[in-house]
C-alpha cells in the first residue's frame, strides 16, 4: 500500500512540475508576443475642457460640414487613454471624434497639432466666471419676481 502511495506521489509531482508559469505580461521583457503595442491606460468622461480644445487641422473644421455631419468634441463620450509600449507615448482620444493629443517628452518632437498644452477656445476660469456670472443673473431675476408679488 505504501509503494502505491509513493507512486502516486510521484506521479503527482511529476505532473505539477509541467505546468506552465504565469507570467504577468506587463512585467514580460517584450510586449511584441501575443500582447498589442499598447496598453489600455483606462477609459475616462470627458470634462469640460475636453471641450474647449481648439480644431487642430481643417479636417476638425471640416467635420462638421459634411453630410451627415461628422462628430465633434461635444459629441465625444469617452476619452480612452493608452500607452505605446515601444515609445512610451501616452495618447487620450476621443470615442466618436477621433480626435487625439499625445505626450512623450523624452523622444522625437511631437506634431504641433498634438503638442500638450493643448490649445484652448476657453480656459476653465472663462468658464466659471460666465457661470458665476448666469447665477448672479438668474437670482437677480428671482428677486425681482419676488418683489412683484
Same mark, same amino acid.
Given at each position: 500500500? /505504501?509503494?502505491?502511495?509513493?507512486? &502516486? *506521489?510521484?506521479?503527482?509531482?511529476? *505532473?505539477? %512540475?509541467?505546468?506552465?508559469?504565469?507570467?504577468? $505580461?506587463?512585467?514580460?521583457?517584450?510586449?511584441?508576443?501575443?500582447? %498589442?503595442?499598447?496598453?489600455?491606460?483606462?477609459?475616462?468622461? $470627458? %470634462?469640460?475642457? !475636453?471641450? @474647449?480644445?481648439?480644431?487642430?487641422?481643417? /479636417?476638425?473644421?471640416?467635420?462638421?460640414?459634411?453630410?451627415?455631419?461628422?462628430?465633434? *468634441?461635444?459629441?465625444?463620450? @469617452?476619452?480612452?487613454?493608452?500607452?505605446?509600449?515601444?515609445?512610451?507615448?501616452?495618447? @487620450?482620444?476621443?470615442?466618436?471624434? %477621433?480626435?487625439?493629443?499625445?505626450?512623450?517628452? !523624452?523622444?522625437?518632437?511631437?506634431?504641433?497639432?498634438?503638442?500638450?498644452?493643448? $490649445? *484652448?477656445?476657453?480656459?476653465? @476660469?472663462?468658464?466659471?466666471?460666465?457661470?458665476?456670472? /448666469?447665477?448672479?443673473?438668474?437670482? &437677480?431675476?428671482?428677486?425681482?419676481?419676488? /418683489?412683484?408679488?
Amino acid at each position: 500500500m /505504501k509503494i502505491l502511495v509513493l507512486i &502516486a *506521489l510521484a506521479a503527482a509531482m511529476a *505532473l505539477a %512540475g509541467c505546468q506552465k508559469p504565469v507570467q504577468n $505580461p506587463l512585467t514580460r521583457p517584450s510586449f511584441s508576443g501575443q500582447r %498589442g503595442r499598447f496598453v489600455g491606460v483606462g477609459i475616462y468622461t $470627458p %470634462g469640460r475642457m !475636453w471641450r @474647449q480644445m481648439a480644431p487642430s487641422s481643417a /479636417k476638425d473644421t471640416a467635420a462638421v460640414s459634411v453630410s451627415p455631419p461628422g462628430a465633434v *468634441l461635444e459629441d465625444d463620450e @469617452q476619452v480612452i487613454v493608452v500607452i505605446d509600449s515601444a515609445s512610451g507615448e501616452l495618447r @487620450q482620444c476621443g470615442n466618436l471624434s %477621433g480626435r487625439c493629443i499625445s505626450m512623450n517628452p !523624452w523622444s522625437r518632437p511631437i506634431a504641433a497639432a498634438l503638442l500638450v498644452p493643448v $490649445p *484652448l477656445l476657453r480656459h476653465a @476660469q472663462d468658464l466659471d466666471e460666465e457661470a458665476a456670472a /448666469k447665477s448672479r443673473a438668474e437670482d &437677480a431675476e428671482l428677486k425681482s419676481k419676488l /418683489k412683484l408679488r
